[in-house]
């Protein structure tokens, strides 16, 4: 079996960093995630803006004008108050409108969330890959240094060439740029995590992964309807028949009742205050066919977010499928290397026993199982780490990122993110 080993913690360290928890702080302080949350409270405000036409709308104001009894211009205070008694549902269309903006920019937030969440997963694979690997080849190096060492023993006792001691140094050398190749992959591979958390080692990340990351393509439904891109694909299509609405609202009346009171300023007037109530009936008789261009336009846009989310949809089925058989492909491939990994153990040490005590196996045998049997290693853990991003693919393509992340029932930057 292929173990993984953990990190090695003081009693007063505190507990590695899981890929949860990872995951969990990037959602609450990557500004991706602060800008679509900031478009969504102020879409929430446009939906309060739509729904005040419902409500008195009252102005105050002052002006000049002339006064033909006095023959001289008289300052003027006025206050008018509006109630809209009915517009044909021109302010519902528009509060239908700015809810489905509202649900699209929560769509929008949504799918920021699993962005991150997806990233942030397959950066933490990428150095627990990398830290794993280093580890075999810091295994290699010692194993093939133990040759060297081997060798150089026996030349100065005669058993062994000159060539076979340079031969030795050479696969040394080898396996020490592996190991600095390595190196350099898992500093980049921390860079790239610290994008997202701050992390000052590797050997402070857990190398377990979650139980739902870990068995998510098994476990991930087929109904895959609800994803955050699907959901925004719904509300512009909500958005399209709400702008439909409106541009058929548009050309038939508004009725609203007005009450006017003016003060004048001018002492030589015997009536200083005038007030007024107006029953107003207001019609667009003719826009230039704006009407029915916007009737037109929001059709087209209906189709085109049906469109968008049939398209998600066929795109996510495949993703997740193409996930499932490469998931199954890695697991009988983990199953054989690991079957590998054994016997190239078992052959190593007879190797070596053979070398030693009958000299029936050359050193070249010698190095070369060494090399096969730490390359299973690594293909083999390259394999395992595959698999896991394979894992984090399946719940991307089926939408359960932040249910296996646990972000459904929390709040993110202060706003509950709903399923």
């Given amino acids: 079996m292929l173990l993984i080993a953990a990190p090695l913690m003081a009693q007063n360290q505190a507990p590695p960093l899981g890929m ?24 929430g405000e446009a939906v309060a803006v739509a729904r005040s036409a419902y409500f008195p709308q009252v102005t105050v104001g002052t002006r000049s004008e ?5 023959n001289r211009n008289v300052n003027v205070a006025s206050v008018t108050a509006s109630q809209l ?43 627990q890959r990398n830290h794993a690997l280093l580890a075999v080849a810091e295994d290699q190096v010692q194993g093939v240094s133990s040759l060297v060492e081997l060798t150089r023993r026996r030349a100065r006792d005669g058993a062994a060439a000159r060539s076979d001691v ?3 140094a050479a696969r040394q050398d080898a396996a020490a740029v592996v190991r600095s190749e390595i190196a350099s992959a898992l500093a980049d ?46 509300a512009v299509r909500e958005e399209a028949k709400a702008q439909r609405d409106a ?40 826009r230039g066919g704006a009407n029915r261009a916007h009737q037109a ?15 998600v949809h066929i ?61 299973a290693r690594f293909d083999a853990l390259n394999a395992v780490y595959d698999l896991r991003r394979i894992q984090v693919d399946c719940l991307a393509s089926g939408g359960e990122l932040r249910q296996a992340f646990a972000l459904d029932t929390t709040r993110v930057q202060g706003v509950e993110v709903l399923p």
């Fill in 20 to 43: 949860t928890a990872a995951v969990t702080q990037a959602v609450e302080t990557d500004p991706s995630v602060t800008e679509a949350l900031a478009q969504l409270l102020e879409q």
């Fill in 66 to 70: 002339f006064n033909s009894s006095l």
């Fill in 85 to 127: 008694l009915y517009d044909f549902n021109k302010t519902g269309s528009a509060v239908d409108q700015a809810s489905a903006g509202k649900q699209r920019r929560h769509a929008e937030l949504l799918e920021a969330v699993d962005r991150v969440a997806e990233d942030t997963g397959n950066a933490v694979i990428e150095v």
């Fill in 166 to 168: 340079r031969q030795a």
């Fill in 189 to 234: 591979a921390m860079s790239r995590l610290r994008v997202y958390v701050p992390l000052d080692s590797p050997e402070v990340l857990d190398p377990d992964l979650p139980a739902p990351v870990a068995r998510a393509c098994a476990t991930v439904g087929d109904e895959i309807d609800d994803l955050p891109r699907m959901q925004a694909a719904r």
């Fill in 247 to 286: 541009a058929r609202a548009a050309g038939l009346p508004t009725v609203s009742l007005d009450l006017r009171v003016d003060r004048f300023f001018d002492s030589a007037l015997d009536d200083q205050t005038a007030s007024s109530v107006l029953l107003n009936v207001r019609s667009d008789l003719f």
């Fill in 297 to 311: 336009a929001a059709r087209y846009r209906q189709q085109a977010a049906d469109a968008a989310g049939e398209s």
């Fill in 315 to 375: 795109r996510a089925r495949q993703v997740l499928d193409d996930a499932r058989r490469t998931a199954a492909d890695l697991q009988d491939r983990i199953a054989t290397l690991e079957r590998r990994i054994e016997h190239l153990a078992e052959t190593r040490d007879l190797y070596r026993t053979q070398h030693l005590s009958l000299g029936t196996r050359s050193l070249l045998d010698l190095l070369n199982v060494e090399q096969e049997y730490h390359q």
